[in-house]
């Protein structure tokens, strides 16, 4: 089989069928709010611990 050739073989039936009122809206668990987060170190810091953590791997 070439690439990108379809193979019906490979596709799974898929039971679509569910009840809509399980269903989770999106609209129901919204954020409407902000987030702040202060850590308390400098730019140069946070780009040196970020050196120490890629030279780690």
Same mark, same amino acid.
């Given at each position: 089989?070439?690439?990108? $050739?379809? &193979?019906?073989?490979?596709?799974?039936?898929?039971? +679509? &069928?569910? &009840?809509?009122?399980?269903?989770?809206? +999106?609209?129901?668990?919204?954020?409407?709010?902000? !987030?702040?987060?202060?850590?308390?170190?400098? $730019?140069?810091?946070? !780009?040196?611990?970020?050196?120490? !953590?890629? $030279? &780690?791997?």
């Amino acid at each position: 089989m070439g690439f990108g $050739s379809y &193979d019906e073989s490979e596709q799974r039936d898929v039971d +679509t &069928d569910f &009840d809509e009122d399980e269903a989770v809206t +999106t609209e129901e668990n919204a954020h409407r709010g902000r !987030i702040e987060f202060e850590n308390g170190a400098t $730019s140069d810091e946070l !780009i040196d611990r970020l050196e120490e !953590i890629k $030279s &780690d791997e």
